[in-house]
């Protein structure tokens, strides 16, 4: 154990990750006792294609799971209940009675569905998909993928159609096994997970049907909506079993949860991967008309849902992998902060990521990554800079349109993720936000709220302002620069991003 003062019981959370799997023991204080965490294959049978080996990564759940238990020396019968989180909108269909994938997941980044998307925006409209899901039409969301899956996989449509078949993202996959799987493996997921399928009407909390006729995806596929929180079945065998499986959350609502964001206007930003920032907007799902999606923040056991405005964008910490893996200027992705200080500034450079299109606020498909402004002057270093950078302005797009679509300024933003311990992008976000910049001593949250959430539904806490209480923070960044700079810089900003337009020409 970490901490050699900590007593149980304990709460374990799951987080199925893009890039890796990994299991937390939390206390009573939210503090973590025990992690453990392996990373799967990144499949790219094409460009711009992305798959998971599913069974892969249920094999690691089960190792992170029996890891995270033994580093903190306990067993099942300390934990009184597994919480999930995951990556959002990844899909996978499997087969109800072998249990075995029918294809590789298809992972959220990937853009196979772009022609698709541009034919159900010409014959049923983008509105229609927004009034009823809040999603605009993207290759970004799960919907898309599932009709991709029956209509590529040969005879998986007649399998569908016959009940054969289960679809669900990740949060679905992972349940359904720890709950027996081929033996009485329960098919849920959660409202947060089911919102960003684009098949679930977000007023109703329910399967749209008109929309998954327009999407031709059967409804026997799919799993039975539920809460974020609520004891859905009880772990089947394995290191947990009788264990409750009490939560269920996409991984950034689940780290709205962790960062306590339970009342209207708190918001968070995730610094991974890719960079969401989540705005709890109440109970009301307020349109955007900026870029933004709207989405379900949670929803606790029965009560009423909570919605928030979310801005994805889509490249930021995979940036800072391809300076490293694909461009070899630094050996580490903490290196990039000792390269961008060994410069003043940018020297010019602003680099734009879009390496597959341009998620929020632009939801643009044909635009493609640019360096602009380079001349003879520009070292690695300036690009160091302007590679952290671009989480920042990118950052400054999405709070821009928050306040623009909620009314709501931004006084201070929360964040979390990897990307997190780079104190330079931090110092460079307060700057370019104009606002501070505060991190929690638990920087995972995700998990976290994974916990929170299993934790109150079988009282292990007994509301959400217990929660608050544990909430501490551990770090805070306040802005420095001087407004004058802010705004030229801004401006550069937006006219690199003008540059990365149109570059793909699709055909119709
Ligand atoms: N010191 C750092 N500076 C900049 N980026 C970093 C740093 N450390 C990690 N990262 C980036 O953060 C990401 C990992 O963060 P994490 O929260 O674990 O991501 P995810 O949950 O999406 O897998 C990687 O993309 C990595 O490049
Ligand atoms: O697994 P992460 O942290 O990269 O998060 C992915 C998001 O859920 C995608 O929507």
Same mark, same amino acid.
């Given at each position: 154990m970490t901490d050699a003062h900590t007593a149980g019981p304990f709460i374990a959370a799951i987080d199925q990750g893009t890039t890796s799997s990994r299991c937390i023991v939390f206390d009573k204080d939210g503090r973590i006792v025990s992690v453990d965490q392996k990373e799967h294959e990144q499949i790219f049978p094409k460009p711009g294609w992305v798959e998971h080996n599913a069974a892969e990564i249920w094999t690691n759940v089960q190792e992170v799971v029996a890891g995270a238990l033994s580093k903190a020396g306990i067993t099942r019968d300390d934990v009184k209940a597994i919480g999930i989180t995951n990556q959002r909108e990844t899909t996978l269909l499997w087969d109800r009675a072998t249990g075995e994938p029918v294809h590789n997941a298809i992972v959220w980044q990937d853009t196979r569905t772009d022609a698709l998307c541009r034919e159900l925006g010409r014959n049923v409209g983008q509105d229609r998909f927004r009034r009823e899901t809040g999603l605009p039409l993207a290759s970004y969301f799960a919907g898309p993928k599932v009709r991709w899956l029956l209509d590529n996989v040969e005879g998986l449509r007649e399998r569908a159609e016959r009940g054969d078949i289960l679809f669900g993202t990740m949060d679905s996959w992972v349940i359904w096994n720890l709950t027996g799987g081929v033996d009485g493996g329960v098919h849920v997921t959660d409202v947060t997970n089911a919102s960003r399928t684009m098949l679930m009407n977000l007023h109703t909390m329910a399967w749209d049907d008109k929309i998954l006729t327009s999407m031709e995806v059967p409804a026997a596929v799919l799993p039975e909506i539920r809460s974020s929180s609520e004891v859905y079945g009880t772990a089947k065998g394995g290191v947990l079993d009788g264990v409750p499986v009490a939560s269920a959350l996409g991984d950034q609502q689940a780290a709205l949860f962790g960062q306590t964001c339970f009342s209207e206007g708190e918001a968070k930003s995730t610094y991974g991967t890719g960079t969401f920032m989540l705005m709890n907007t109440g109970g009301t799902p307020v349109n955007s008309y900026n870029g933004l999606l709207t989405t379900v923040g949670y929803r606790i056991g029965d009560q009423a849902p909570v919605y928030a405005l979310e801005g994805s964008i889509a490249v930021t910490g995979s940036l800072v992998q391809w300076m490293r893996d694909?461009? $070899?200027?630094?050996?580490?992705?903490?290196?990039i902060e000792t390269l961008a200080l060994?410069?003043?500034?940018? $020297?010019g450079a602003y680099v734009v990521p879009a390496f597959s299109g341009l998620f929020a606020p632009y939801w643009r498909s044909d635009a493609r990554g640019v360096i602009a402004g380079l001349t003879r002057y520009v070292t690695k270093a300036h690009i160091a800079r302007a590679v952290l950078e671009a989480t920042a302005w990118q950052t400054r797009e999405i709070t821009d349109a928050m306040t623009k679509d909620s009314g709501v300024e931004l006084t201070a933003l929360k964040v979390d993720g990897g990307m997190t311990s780079n104190n330079l992008l931090m110092q460079t976000l307060a700057d370019v936000l104009d606002a501070p910049v505060v991190r929690p001593m638990v920087a995972e949250t995700t998990c976290l709220g994974a916990a929170y959430a299993a934790g109150l539904a079988v009282g292990f806490w007994p509301d959400t302002d217990a929660l608050r209480a544990n909430w501490r923070r551990a770090a805070e960044w306040t802005p420095r620069m001087d407004a004058d700079r802010r705004r030229s810089e801004y401006k550069n900003w937006l006219k690199a991003v003008e540059r990365t337009m149109g570059w793909i020409e699709h055909e119709e």
């Open positions: 694909q461009m $070899g200027l630094i050996k580490s992705a903490a290196e060994s410069v003043e500034d940018n $020297g």
